[in-house]
């Protein structure tokens, strides 16, 4: 059962739905959050394909300021909220019910963190990673995590200003850091 990490709700479990989500691993998040720790402080926080919610939650425990969870399994947002309930999240969360295509045509808000953790295999091309950039803050950046065999297919999907900045394996998945380009 994945739990959060450290921070102030260490070691609060959370809930997944079986066969619905596949929740990151201690070892994924934790080097995710090493890698980002200055960053999260204060931070607005997109977690996109939210399943549990364990990003977004692990954001909140390290110090955001608000996170955005999008999910539009009925069975994950149950349990999603329940998570967010446990952990006294509430006031620091919303949820949004549907498709990342929905959010990004009625949403104003920017980001200066956006996760996704799309199910493998993603299906939809990537061109909802694309569509998430215009909601980034310009020092803002975008974690992504997908199967080691579409690591290709999201480099050639990129638009122009946005760029990986790093990159690393564990096992069957990849997670990959981008930024938009300034120059």
């Known amino acids: 059962m994945p739990r959060i990490i450290t921070g102030t709700r260490k070691n609060k479990r959370l ?15 934790t080097s995710i ?3 980002i720790r200055e960053l999260i402080p204060h931070s607005d926080v997109l977690d996109a394909f ?26 994950a947002i149950e349990l999603l909220q329940q998570n967010i309930s446990n952990t006294n999240c509430d006031d620091l969360s919303t949820i ?14 920017i980001f200066d963190i956006i996760f996704l953790d799309p199910p493998f295999p993603y299906k939809h091309k990537f061109e909802d990673f694309n569509k998430l950039t215009q909601f980034l803050k310009p020092d803002g950046i975008i974690i992504i995590r997908i199967p080691t065999t579409d ?18 394996t564990y096992g069957k998945s990849r997670v990959l850091f981008f930024r938009i380009s300034l120059i």
């Open 151 to 168: 690591d290709i297919k999201i480099m050639e999907t990129l638009t122009t200003d946005v760029k990986n900045i790093y990159g690393k």
């Open 96 to 109: 949004f019910r549907g498709r990342i295509s929905t959010f990004t045509n009625n949403n104003s808000n």
């Open 50 to 75: 939210a399943g549990s919610g364990s990003f977004g939650l692990e954001a909140i425990s390290r110090g955001a300021n608000h996170v955005t969870f999008i999910e539009s399994n009925a069975s």
């Open 33 to 35: 959050f090493d890698i």
């Open 15 to 29: 809930l997944v739905a079986k066969k619905v989500t596949r929740p990151l691993t201690d070892r994924i998040k």
